[in-house]
């Protein structure tokens, strides 16, 4: 079985080898200003952000939407918007699932993983997955107590990286699954673009 960090450089190198390819992909259909989301948290925001799980309710029936995604990663931060917003848009006919895949060269990416896992034990996932990429992978305890998280609960989870396995699980998958970079989706199973999300849902839900 290959390591962990053995196959993190791999998938590190592929992006590398691809990254013009995807972010000319990426940059035809989203036009961010990544700097306007550096502003510290406002009340309104916070209020937004904790909003997000009632504007999307996952339907374990609904199409399989799967992200394999680095929390530290430019691109995926950039992709995020248009996630969310398809996740609000098809509200009730997604079936939303997260994958870890934190990078060796993104020093915070593994903690802001195993940070949002223990959010997910307290129901918060979608709000911490939000927080993360809207402001940054480099403060998991400051967003745990933003979203009033139980604090001794989260911390006894992630210092004692009890959520590991999963992070692990997911990146195995990652790499029986042929995936080459982060973002990188699949649609009930079938490898696509972020501008093929939107499409790919509108073509199953007709069918």
Aim: proline share 4%; glycine share 4%; net charge negative.
């Amino acid at each position: 079985m290959m390591s962990f960090k053995r196959y993190s450089w791999i998938i590190s190198l592929a992006i590398l080898i691809t990254v013009v390819i995807v972010i000319v992909n990426i940059d035809n259909i989203l036009n961010i200003d990544l700097e306007a989301q550096d502003d510290l948290l406002s009340e309104e925001e916070l209020v937004q952000i904790q909003q997000q799980q009632l504007q999307f309710q996952n339907n374990p029936d609904g199409i399989l939407i799967e992200q394999f995604s680095d929390f530290e990663c430019p691109m995926c931060r950039r992709a995020h918007p248009i996630v969310l917003n398809l996740l609000a848009k098809y509200n009730g006919k997604i079936n939303f699932k997260f994958r870890h895949l934190p990078l060796d060269y993104h020093p915070d990416a593994y903690d802001a993983a195993l940070a949002s896992e223990c959010a997910r034990d307290q129901g918060r996932f979608i709000e911490f997955y939000d927080l993360l990429y809207r402001k940054g992978a480099g403060s998991p305890e400051a967003y745990a107590k933003a979203l009033g998280l139980d604090m001794q609960a989260f911390n006894e989870c992630f210092i004692s990286e009890e959520k590991a396995p999963i992070i692990e699980k997911d990146v195995e998958e990652a790499m029986q699954r042929g995936v080459q970079g982060t973002p990188w989706f699949f649609v009930d199973g079938q490898s696509a673009w972020l501008d093929e999300l939107e499409p790919m849902i509108i073509d199953k839900l007709q069918k």
